[in-house]
């Protein structure tokens, strides 16, 4: 694999891989000493056009902790906010010696025009473009699904017959995108639910059921029930009427928490809007994942650098 | 000025014989002339763009008058009407003067400048409509292509006022607020690469209102760059009523779909995006049978750097002067859909009509302006940046093999292009 840019491009074999070998990586995290030298000598640029604290953290961990050195270039304060275009960042970080380039952009494809440009020959990881992809955060997810579901007896193991339930601003989302081709991918059966207004033009092509009512979904017992981000710039452009509506009928709350089976899971990629999409009551409970999440997806992108930069097979 | 004898040409209406051209007028013979072996080459009238960005004054890093005319006459174009959002927009007589009069000084072409509907393309207010209709560049046609005129009274007025001048308002059908942001078709794949819907809905909406304005007060209306097969059927309804408008197909909407974008190359980014499959076959048949009365290119030249970046930072818009005439008969004439002579009649004689441009009624006739392309159908090469001959290589064939090749244009008389090649040095009388 040379660059990771969608999930849709992922066999099941090779996303079977991936989650696999960050099971390597989160055991070797349990260790005194966290450091593999995978990576040494290997420099990683995290290349963010868009603010996002939590995904640079995160790679960034993953990896200095292959002992990569790691360099970050943030697009704010930069010279690209002086209009410098991607073609020369990109020249710029090939000149510098780039090896993989973990880039975050606002616009939708970015990171495949980055790969296929011949600006730069580094592997290129999406850690999240526009509205398009979030790959990363679709393995994670799955990571953390799997871990739950099957424990111990995860490794070689995808999540046939696992129902997941997507709820919120589908349209807008990435993680959305990369979590239904991977789920479908793994043998996962999705639904989504949203207003109508938040659902895609075409969504009906897509390999999951859909629908628009939060406590039917609730009442058909998923195993999984992922609540996205409601971002704010939505509230004013028509979307739905109100926050206070939104929250009514697509919000995940106390109540509906307490209709949710006992071993069903409750995800959030976050940042969360407590008390919008979800109540604090069901981020903060037992069945929540959103920390494990969090250390998931160090082990994740661990997995994803070492298969682009370390070369093929674990 | 050269006199030629063309030799064993085939004529749009089929016959194969020569012609004869002296003094810028086809004869009934002429001796001394230098002959063109037009030995199973296509005839064809010289080619009229109802639609062409010439981009000069003001963006003369993306194309000049003088390359877009050497462009349009390496395609067989001998008549192009530049599009208004120049900067300055060709919002008064003064600027449409300036572009037609570098198209005369050229020469490559006839240089018909289009008016802005509205001043600066703001949708706001009427602009010099009649000062230009008036001008030495006699502008018959306005448009706020790029923009939709969407003020729906604007829109009624400017269709009422251009009567006054025997005009026509060619409408750039968007509705801009479906389509804030837009950057593809709105359908599965845009849901799929995350890149805003641009409806066909915003599209049809736009056409159905005008035609019923064209309906209500009398006048004609030109729809620019058709794209979806529903704008199709609200033409087709309008011309059923007898209601006076006319439509343009471009050469990429017959032969392209959506399918391109999914690799985010921002060479397939248009406006109209390009459509679904179903959409290019109804165009197509629309094409055929007169629902849509022309081909136009809606040659759009962009700077390298205007492509060269993610998909929702890239201009809209490709080249099309060059390739028109090819993918014209890959999309239409290999299929056996259009003849020759319709592709005539589309590329000439209907958008000279539509644009009121005189000398286009009735070509090889003795008499006429000799205006004239001779086209080699059977050739076949793969499309490369040498094709081009404006300034800007934004072009969705390259690497695509296409079939034909434009071997001789004469423009009024005038070789501009000879053996494929661009003629340098234009011997004008």
């Not at chain 2, 072009?395 to 340098?424: F, K, M, N, Q, W």
């Amino acid at each position: 694999m040379k660059h990771l840019l969608s999930t849709k491009d992922l066999s099941r074999d090779e996303a079977v891989q991936i989650l696999d070998l960050a099971e390597d990586m989160a055991q070797a995290g349990t260790r005194e000493v966290k450091k593999l030298p995978a990576l040494r000598g290997r420099t990683v640029v995290n290349l963010f056009f868009e603010d996002s604290t939590r995904t640079k953290i995160s790679f960034e961990a993953a990896a200095k902790r292959l002992s990569a050195d790691v360099i970050n270039f943030t697009a704010k304060g930069s010279s690209v906010s002086k209009g410098e275009s991607l073609k020369d960042t990109a020249q710029t970080l090939a000149a510098i010696g780039a090896d993989g380039v973990v880039i975050r952009h606002h616009s939708s494809g970015a990171p495949r025009v980055l790969a296929q440009s011949g600006w730069i020959d580094a592997g290129v990881v999406n850690a999240g473009d526009g509205t398009h992809e979030h790959p990363t955060q679709g393995l994670l997810d799955a990571f953390t699904m799997r871990k739950r579901l099957h424990g111990d007896a995860s490794r070689g193991r995808a999540l046939d017959g696992v129902t997941v339930t997507i709820v919120g601003d589908i349209l807008h989302s990435r993680v959305a995108r990369s979590n239904v081709w991977l789920l479908e991918t793994l043998g996962a059966e999705v639904t989504l639910v949203a207003p109508a207004t938040l659902l895609p033009v075409g969504v009906d092509t897509w390999p999951v059921a859909v629908g628009y009512d939060l406590d039917a979904a609730v009442a058909a017992k998923p195993d999984v029930l992922m609540m996205l981000r409601i971002q704010s710039e939505r509230m004013n452009a028509a979307f739905f009427p109100t926050a206070r509506e939104y929250s009514r009928q697509w919000g995940f709350d106390d109540e509906r928490l307490a209709r949710l089976p006992a071993a069903s899971l409750v995800m959030h990629p976050g940042p969360m809007n407590r008390g919008l999409e979800i109540s604090s009551g069901a981020a903060d409970s037992a069945r929540s994942t959103i920390i494990e999440q969090v250390a998931n997806g160090v082990s994740i992108r661990m997995a994803v650098l070492y298969l682009l930069l370390a070369g093929g097979a674990a | 000025m050269t006199t030629f004898h063309v030799k064993g040409a085939t004529l749009p209406d089929g016959t194969r014989r020569d012609f004869f051209v002296e003094n810028g007028v086809f004869v009934d013979s002429a001796s001394n002339a230098t002959v063109l072996d037009a030995d199973g080459l296509q005839a064809l009238p010289g080619l009229v763009d109802l639609h062409t960005h010439l981009r000069e004054p003001g963006f003369e890093q993306s194309e000049t008058v003088l390359t877009g005319s050497r462009a349009a006459a390496s395609g067989g174009f001998t008549a192009v009407f530049a599009m208004a959002n120049t900067s300055p927009v060709s919002d008064t007589a003064g600027v449409v003067e300036q572009v037609k009069a570098l198209g005369d000084a050229h020469g490559y072409v006839t240089v018909r400048p289009i008016g802005a509907v509205t001043v600066g393309l703001e949708g706001q207010r009427l602009s010099e409509i009649g000062a230009m209709a008036q001008s030495r560049a006699q502008v018959r046609v306005f448009s706020d292509d790029g923009k939709c005129v969407s003020d729906a009274l604007l829109m009624r007025r400017a269709l009422e006022y251009v009567k006054t001048f025997g005009g026509v308002i060619a409408q750039h059908s968007q509705e801009p607020r479906l389509t804030e942001g837009a950057q593809m078709n709105e359908g599965a794949l845009s849901g799929e690469l995350g890149l805003a819907g641009w409806p066909a809905v915003a599209e049809e909406a736009i056409i159905a209102r005008d035609v019923l304005l064209a309906q209500h007060v009398g006048a004609r209306l030109h729809v620019c760059h058709v794209s979806t097969a529903g704008s199709v059927d609200v033409i087709r309804w309008a011309k059923a009523r007898g209601i006076d408008v006319t439509a343009e197909v471009t050469p990429h909407h017959l032969l392209l779909t959506e399918q391109l974008a999914s690799g985010y190359d921002s060479r397939f980014k248009v406006n109209p995006p390009l459509r679904r499959d179903d959409d290019v076959q109804a165009l197509r048949e629309a094409l055929a049978d007169g629902t849509i009365d022309i081909v136009a290119t809606d040659h759009a030249p962009h700077p390298l750097e205007a492509k060269e970046c993610a998909w929702d930072e890239a201009a809209f818009g490709m080249v099309g002067l060059e390739s028109a005439l090819s993918v014209v008969q890959a999309a239409v004439v290999d299929t056996g859909l259009l003849s020759f002579a319709d592709v005539a009649r589309v590329l000439s004689g209907a958008p000279a009509r539509i644009g009121l441009l005189d000398g286009y009624g009735a070509p090889f006739t003795v008499g006429a302006p000799a205006n004239f392309t001779l086209y080699d159908p059977a050739a076949r090469s793969v499309f490369g940046v040498e094709h081009l001959h404006g300034k800007s290589v934004n072009s969705p064939y390259l690497g695509r093999e296409l079939p034909g090749r434009v071997v001789a244009t004469v423009h009024g008389g005038v070789a501009t292009v000879l053996e494929g090649l661009l003629v340098e040095e234009l011997a004008r009388g």
